[in-house]
Nanobody
């Protein structure tokens, strides 16, 4: 499975960005997909995830501001990020979990929120 992420960039606080991730390869093996982020000096943390059935999970810090969606037919997920804060600044990684709990990662896309 290969993951290609896009959509990062620079935005002012309060603004919005949309991240996209497209999966290719043996996509039929994918169960959950999601987004993680890692800020300098911090551990990588889960931002949001979505199951193949559409069940979502969000970090408390982004609830009400971020929305994850999935198109199983196109093997894509999106992360709509609204009301962005400077503390959302990080490299965002697309993640997919396979049937045997193997993890796949995209290349990372930088999101910078200026105050």
């Amino acid at each position: 499975v290969q993951l290609q992420a896009s959509g990062g960039g620079l935005v002012q606080a309060g603004g919005s960005l949309r991240l996209s991730c497209a999966a290719s390869g043996t996509t039929f093996t994918i169960d959950d997909m999601g987004w993680y982020r890692q800020a300098p000096g911090n551990k990588r943390e889960l931002v949001a995830s979505i199951s193949s059935g559409g069940r979502t999970n969000y970090a408390d810090s982004v609830k009400g501001r971020f929305t994850i969606s999935r198109d199983n037919a196109k093997n894509t997920i999106n992360l709509q990020m609204n009301s962005l804060k400077p503390e959302d600044t990080a490299v965002y990684y697309c993640n997919a979990v396979g049937s045997f709990n193997e993890n796949y990662w995209g290349q990372g896309t930088l999101v910078t929120v200026s105050s």
